[in-house]
């Protein structure tokens, strides 16, 4: 098993940055394959960034390409997602997901394990 636990959402002004943290434990950090997602209520889980195990390749949607940036330390069993430029259509709630083995995916359902999410708010 795998637990995550996600930290750093909150309110900002657009234009301004967050930083959110997803703690891992439970299993070897650095063979599980990480990705953030989010959610708004009565939506699909859309994919937002993954960082894989194996050489840290990074994926990320058009909408936060150039924007956001995933990271990851595996001594501190911890991935990162630097949000800047924030705007107020990037609102809603992040969930940080794991899966194990090599390769990072844009597909919720290829994911085994989940954050409780952490919101982010983004006025205008």
């Known amino acids: 098993q795998v637990q995550l636990v996600e930290s750093g959402g909150g309110l900002v002004q657009a234009g301004g940055s967050l930083r959110l943290s997803c703690a891992a434990s439970?299993?070897?950090?650095?063979?599980?394959?990480m990705a953030w997602f989010r959610q708004a209520p009565g939506k699909q889980r859309d994919f937002v960034a993954s960082i894989s195990s194996y050489r840290f390749r990074t994926n990320y949607a058009d909408s936060v390409k150039g924007r956001f940036t995933i990271s990851r330390d595996n001594a501190k069993t911890t991935v990162y997602l630097q949000m800047d430029s924030l705007k107020p259509e990037d609102t809603t709630i992040y969930y940080c997901a794991a899966r194990p083995g090599s390769s990072s995916s844009p597909y919720p359902s290829e994911y085994n394990y989940w954050g409780q999410g952490t919101q982010v708010t983004v006025s205008s």
């Open positions: 439970g299993r070897t950090f650095s063979t599980l394959s």
